[in-house]
């Protein structure tokens, strides 16, 4: 399970579930253009991970040249940072961070009366960082898998075992069944690489090239501390 295409490449017995940097910038940049935004700026905490997911998005993005910058894991004063976005006055921040920085750097823009827009890919799903935020991030957007029968399987684990389940923990499920069901054909890489698609419990998973399938990717927003499609 991960955005970069590092974990497949070369590796012929390698099967990715997971939605991909490609799709994710496809997803966001559409929803972008929609908006018209005349400026953006692209924060983006520097692991393999996000810089594939950034670098996606920067090959697609045809708008004015966004502002770019690069975060370390460690960075929490973000203050300076804050100031040098908010000079650019950006439309929107298109935030490629886990926390801390997901919520550490639109406090830090909000207490410095920054008004634009907030978007993040499936980390935004983030309880504790949306809380952490304190509002910061009161309507950001959020690009990620979004179902009813998603969100209901996570309502029910969480009714089930009295604690946070994270919706892609319950994506591994349908992980599992995929592959209990290509053991069970007796032929694993055969069973997957016949099909174009796979069913599972929480919906349909498309293959989006040879070695990868992921259900597909929509558009939330953060309202009332809650991610809601």
């Given amino acids: 399970m991960a955005y970069s295409d590092k974990v497949i490449d070369g590796r012929r017995f390698v099967r990715r579930f997971f939605n991909t940097a490609l799709q994710s910038a496809k997803t966001t940049v559409e929803e972008l253009s929609k908006r018209s935004y005349s400026t953006i700026a692209v924060v983006t905490t520097v692991n393999e991970t996000t810089v594939a997911v950034r670098d996606e998005f920067l090959k697609l993005w045809t708008g004015q040249p966004p502002l770019v910058v690069d975060l370390n894991p460690a960075d929490t004063d973000l203050n300076s940072t804050a100031s040098r976005i908010q000079a650019g006055n950006p439309s929107a921040v298109y935030l490629i961070s886990g926390p801390p920085q997901l919520f550490l750097l639109p406090t830090a823009l909000r207490r410095i009366a920054y008004k634009g827009d ?85 919906g349909v998973w498309q293959k989006q090239d040879r070695y990868t399938f992921a259900p597909a990717l929509s558009v939330g927003h953060i309202s009332g501390g809650s991610v809601l499609k």
């Fill in 118 to 202: 907030f978007i993040t890919p499936s980390y935004g799903r983030n309880q504790a960082a949306i809380k952490a935020a304190n509002g910061a991030l009161e309507g950001a957007l959020v690009i990620a898998v979004f179902s009813d029968r998603l969100e209901g399987l996570v309502e029910e684990c969480k009714r089930r075992f009295g604690t946070d389940v994270s919706e892609d923990g319950v994506s591994a499920y349908d992980v599992g069944l995929f592959l209990a069901r290509g053991f069970e054909s007796g032929d694993l890489l055969q069973y997957l690489d016949s099909r174009t698609e796979l069913s599972g419990e929480t």
